[in-house]
């Protein structure tokens, strides 16, 4: 899309690098931000390239405030919250990018999360904390979490590649892993009674959870 003349405004973590890609076509791009500095995970190249972009105008603790318009958006309203002021410009197109925090916090005290909120599974449990966050024997499978038998799935888990495609595919892969680790349990519970020689009084279903006496 070729922009017109006119500016852009974006938001937020991931307009970083695509403030980058508009200013290719846009006389200028802002880029408010709500904290005081560009973002700790942004790489230093990567910064020093948008506060060196002569399109790019880096708007510091800076909230959009108002988007108004006859029939297209023509102006845009920010609320500067340093210098307390007010100030609009001719912006015509507006990005908002939403979404990049897991949100897991309810997950902390059950699950093994990374330093930023993100799940951790499968195989990266064992390198994660000296590998003792992982008590049974047998290695996790993929996906799964700290917490044996439950997976997890799509961005925010540690390590997934944050696309609608990717969170799909491990959600279905996440439904063969769970048929594979109710079976892994149905073979545990079937070697522990031929170990403990319990009569055969009691069979586990083809459904792996419901225990059927036999007639
Ligand atoms: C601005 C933006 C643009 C993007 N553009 C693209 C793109 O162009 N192409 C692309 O492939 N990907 C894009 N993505 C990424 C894509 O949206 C995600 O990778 C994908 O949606 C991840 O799917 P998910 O199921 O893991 O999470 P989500 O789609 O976020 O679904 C999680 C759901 O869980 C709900 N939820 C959260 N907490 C709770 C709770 N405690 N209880 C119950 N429900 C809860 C949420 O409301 C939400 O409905 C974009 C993401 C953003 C933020």
């Known amino acids: 899309m070729r922009l017109r003349r006119s500016d852009c405004g974006g938001r937020r973590q991931l307009s970083r690098p695509a403030a980058i890609f508009l200013a290719q076509s846009s006389a200028r791009v802002h ?23 002569p399109r790019i105008e880096i708007h510091y603790q ?11 958006l023509e102006h845009v309203e920010w609320r500067d919250d340093a210098l ?3 100030r609009s410009g001719p912006i015509r197109h507006v990005f908002v990018m939403a979404g990049a925090a897991p ?3 309810w997950l902390e005290d059950s699950f093994v999360l990374d330093n930023r909120g993100f799940i951790v599974t499968g195989p990266d449990l064992a390198a994660f904390a000296g590998g003792d966050q992982w008590p ?12 044996p038998g439950i997976f997890g799935v799509g961005d925010t888990r540690a390590g997934s590649v ?11 892969m996440a439904v063969h892993l769970v048929h594979r680790y109710l079976a892994q349990c149905a073979d545990q519970y079937a070697s522990a009674q031929h170990a403990q020689m319990i009569p055969a009084s ?3 279903s083809a459904d792996y959870s419901s225990r059927t006496p036999a007639t």
């Open 31 to 53: 880029l408010f931000v709500r904290s005081q500095k560009l973002s700790d995970s942004m790489s230093q190249y990567l910064i020093g390239r948008i506060e060196a972009h």
């Open 162 to 172: 944050k696309r609608v495609a990717s969170a799909v595919g491990e959600g279905s």
């Open 62 to 72: 800076t909230r959009i405030t108002g988007l108004s318009g006859a029939g297209h």
């Open 202 to 204: 009691v069979t586990v």
């Open 136 to 147: 049974p024997k047998r290695p996790p499978l993929m996906l799964e979490t700290s917490v």
């Open 84 to 86: 307390e002021e007010t």
């Open 103 to 105: 949100r897991t916090e």
